[in-house]
Each structure stands twice: as structure tokens, then as C-alpha cells.
């Protein structure tokens, strides 16, 4: 049985500066997504038909691509939008809003009012929050990446900065992404285009680690790439160095892979055994961003097979976590195509999310729901057994 670990977030006072809606999103008869009537009794939310303890998140849309884009900030101003992520998920990433270029624009100011804002709807919604991220190649201002900053300086940057938005939210995040996508695909670490570890070489990696566990010592402390789902060069390289972080007694919880798949390839079929590798080192595992983008065809929408492949893919993926013990959080990417990334990255593919534009629940989204219902009915069944042994 998985350990029930749903800690609801705690928010203390935070100055809140959301321009439109405030409200908790509750489940009211008239909106949200449409979704087929059902006349069971079955739960028909992604969070409520979760096993105990496994929670559910998305990515919730904002900053990023979304700026260059003609709609006004999702989060903020989509009031179905916001709906539809209260009531389904358990967990909630901010896509971008508490990455360095958003949360840290300029030298000595911070921004925290759409993070903050964010924290805020999870606690009304008894959601926990994965914090993203820490310690990356992209989406740094160009105060820092321009500037001219001598080593010690940086260090000094660096520490600063973890302390300040690890620290306004301690006792909130239930997983920080310390580190994103430090090794290349070759399993090489990112020593050109990383300027932490460029400038003050790979050992600060280890810091920061040990930084963010004094600051928040609840919060768990992950490692997340993608083209990490198999064993590969990448994987191994996070499983050396995760192992030599152990050794050393360095404050690493967690391995998550992210998921941004494409039907273009093939599903990476050892993902579970992956993950399993990972969990044997004592690490708990997730998915952190899936997503199943396709190519988008002639005329524009998808086929019933594209779909079903896509509603495959997501149904394996969740099967993969839900077999590991550890893996007990897992993200989609976002919910909607209407806010995706994708097409914005990959010309010529979309369609990557489980509703569409106008919030439909795709084949994909009963693939989740139903996995998840399975699995919760298997826990309760092995529940009542070892409650009638005893
Ligand atoms: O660099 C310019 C910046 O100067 C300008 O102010 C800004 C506003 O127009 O645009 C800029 O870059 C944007 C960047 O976010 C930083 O804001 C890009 O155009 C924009 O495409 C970018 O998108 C985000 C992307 O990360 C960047 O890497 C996406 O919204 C976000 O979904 C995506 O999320 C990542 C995860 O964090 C990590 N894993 C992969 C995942 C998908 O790429």
C-alpha cells in the first residue's frame, strides 16, 4: 500500500496580487469541462479517483510561450481553466512562474506574484505543489547569463536566490525540481551551456542540494530530465551520480522523468524497470511532465487511431509509476491543447494533451481516470484482505 503522504499546503501571509479571480474552484453544475454522462458511482476526477496517497498534478499554464501568445494569462484570467484544474488534480507545477526569468527578472528584485498566486489556489484546493526550478540552463534572465560576475559573485547569486524562494515557501512544496536537466542526451553534464556548473563546476550541484534541505527540510528534493524514461546514457549518468551523492550523504530524494513523448517513436517500454532502479537506491520516483504530442494530419484533426496510440501511451505511462511503490506523483504537462507548448516548439505536431481546445475530455483522459480507478480498486481490495487477516 502506498504511504499516504498528501501533506495539504500551508500557506502563511503572502502578499496576493491576482488582477481577476480569487476563488477556490469548486465543482459547479454549470461548467467545466464537458464530459460524457456516467451513471455510476465511480469518481469521475482524475484526484478523487486516485489511489491514497498517489496525487495527480498538472502543469498550470502562464509566462513562457504563453506571452508571445494572443490570449491573456491562463491561470489568471480562464475562469473554466481554472476550474477544471481545481477540481481535477491533486498537485500543481507552475510551467514557468518560478523559473529564474519570472521569479528573479532583475538583480535585486524578485517577482513572486503569479508563484505566490499559484501556492495560494493549491492550498484553497487542497492541492500540493511541485516547485520548478532551481537550478537549469534555460529560462535564466539576462542579468545573470550577460553579466559579469566573477565566480564568487555567482555563488553568492546562487545561494541567495535558493534561499529567498526556497525559503518564502517552505512548508509548501512538496517536491522542488533542484536540479533540471543537468546532463546532455550523451550523458555528458551540461559544463558549456550550464552556468552553474560552467562557472563553478560540478560540485555545486551537491550545494545546492544541501542549500534547499536546511531551508525546507520537509520539502523532497528531486533530480528531472527528459529522454530519461529508459535506461539509456542519460539515466545512467543520474544513476552514477545520484548514487555518488548518496555515498556522500548529499540530501537527494528523488529521480523524476518528465514524459514529453511523441507517437512519432516508439513508447519506451522499460520505463517501469527504470524507475525501479531508481527506487532501489531508496529514491522516491515520478512523472513530472507528461505530455503525448502526434503529427498533426490533413484536415487538421486528429484520427480515432492517432488518439487511441495517444491514449496508450498516457495509459502506460501511469501504469509504469502506479507498479513502482515510490512513484507516487504524476504530471501531465498541461491538461489542455488550447495552452500547450508544443506547437509552439514542434512545427507540425500537437494535440499533446488529454482535453482538447474548447476542454474535452479526450480518449486519453479516460485512459488516466480508468487506470486510476483500477488501481485504487486493487488497494482497497488488498485493504479489506489484510483487514480480515488481522
Ligand atoms: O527568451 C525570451 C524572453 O527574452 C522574452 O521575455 C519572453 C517573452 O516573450 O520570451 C522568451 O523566451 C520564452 C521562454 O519560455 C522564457 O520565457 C520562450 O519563447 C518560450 O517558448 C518559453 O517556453 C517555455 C519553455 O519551457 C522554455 O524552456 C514553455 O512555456 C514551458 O512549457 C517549457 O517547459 C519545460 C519545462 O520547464 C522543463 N522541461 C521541458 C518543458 C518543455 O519545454
Known sequence: MR??????????????????????????????????????AAPDRLRSAAPEGFVVGTAVAGGGHHLEQDYPDPFTYDREYRKILGRQFSSVSPENQMKWDYIHP?????DFAQADAIVEFAKRNKQVVRGHTLLW????????EEGDFSKEELRTILR????????????????WDVANEIFDDQGDLRTRDNIWIRELGPGIVADVFRWVHEIDPKAKLFFND???????AKSDAYYALIQDLLAQGVPVHGFSVQGHL???????????????????????????????????????APTKAQE???????????????????????????????????????EGEGFANVMTDDFDRKPAFYALRDTLREAARK????????????
Not at 495539504?8 to 454522462?37: H, I, R, Y
Open 160 to 175: 541567495e536566490h535558493v534561499t529567498t524562494v526556497v525559503g518564502r515557501y517552505a512548508g509548501k512544496i512538496q517536491q
Open 226 to 232: 527528459y529522454n530519461v524514461e529508459s535506461v539509456n
Open 3 to 40: 504511504s499516504i503522504r498528501f501533506a495539504t499546503v500551508a500557506l502563511a501571509t503572502t502578499a496576493l496580487t491576482l488582477p481577476l479571480m480569487t476563488g477556490t474552484a469548486t465543482a459547479g453544475p454549470a461548467g467545466g469541462e464537458k464530459a460524457a454522462p456516467h451513471s455510476h
Open 308 to 346: 487511441r496510440q495517444q491514449a496508450d501511451y498516457y495509459r502506460r505511462t501511469l501504469e509504469a509509476c502506479l507498479a513502482v511503490e515510490g512513484c507516487d506523483s504524476f504530471t501531465i504537462w498541461g491538461f489542455t491543447d488550447k495552452y500547450s507548448w508544443v506547437p509552439v516548439f514542434f
Open 379 to 390: 488497494d482497497d481490495c488488498k485493504k479489506s484482505h489484510k483487514h480480515r487477516k488481522g
Open 262 to 300: 511523441s507517437t512519432r517513436y516508439g513508447f519506451p517500454d522499460d520505463l517501469e524497470d527504470n524507475l525501479r532502479r531508481f527506487d532501489a537506491l531508496g529514491l522516491e520516483t515520478a512523472v513530472t511532465e507528461l505530455d503525448v504530442r502526434m503529427d498533426v494530419p490533413e484536415g487538421g
Open 106 to 110: 532583475e538583480r535585486d528584485r524578485y
Open 137 to 144: 540552463h534555460s529560462q535564466n534572465p539576462a542579468w545573470l
